[in-house]
């Protein structure tokens, strides 16, 4: 048969890690149980790269990359955690969290929230971050969810799941 999986092998973070070519380096990676934060993947969802968490650092090209993009080659080296990507990282979630709200406890996602785990392991405390709030109005307009763009923090799941698995781009 014609279909038989081609398998590459990459290093990162110096393990040695069989993965099917195709893949990106972000899933090789999870699937070898290597965590790579990320933030706007998901896995019903083309990869966009767009919440700059899930940045490594590959052998050759001098900036880091989205490994959420970025396809998995063979004898590849990557490494995921290093003192520049920690930085970028923090960077990142202390830009989302900038313009998002501080009130946790009120939030409906509280303690199930991807955010809040993402700054926990990033060690991003709230003394570092200089708040710059302006509040929308909570649209309820909608029967299928609240438009509650005060706490977006601009990932484009929802866009890129009412294109991609709705067909019916509204958003």
């Known amino acids: 048969g014609g279909n038989i999986m081609q398998t590459i092998v990459l290093s990162i973070d110096g393990k040695e890690v069989t993965a099917e070519k195709g893949k990106t380096v972000l899933e090789a990676a999870l699937e070898a149980g290597i965590y790579i934060p990320h933030l706007c993947r998901h ?4 990869p966009l790269g ?11 090209p001098p900036a880091p ?6 396809p998995a080659e063979d004898k590849m080296v990557v490494k995921t955690r290093t003192p520049r990507l920690d ?3 923090r960077l990142a979630v202390e830009l989302i969290l900038a313009s998002h709200p501080p009130d946790c406890t009120a939030c409906p996602k509280y303690l199930k ?6 700054a926990q392991y990033l060690g991003v405390t709230d003394q570092r971050l200089r708040r710059r709030q302006k509040p929308f109005p909570v ?3 909608n029967p299928l969810f609240v438009h509650d763009f005060t706490r977006c923090i601009l990932c484009g799941r929802c ?6 698995l709705r067909g019916v781009g509204v958003l």
């Open 159 to 164: 866009v890129r799941a009412c294109s991609e």
């Open 139 to 141: 649209n309820t307009g």
């Open 65 to 70: 990359v989205a490994s959420c993009t970025t």
């Open 113 to 118: 929230c991807e955010l809040q785990s993402l």
């Open 43 to 46: 896995p019903d969802l083309a």
């Open 50 to 60: 767009a919440c700059r968490l899930c940045l490594v650092e590959i052998e050759g």
């Open 87 to 89: 930085r970028l990282r």
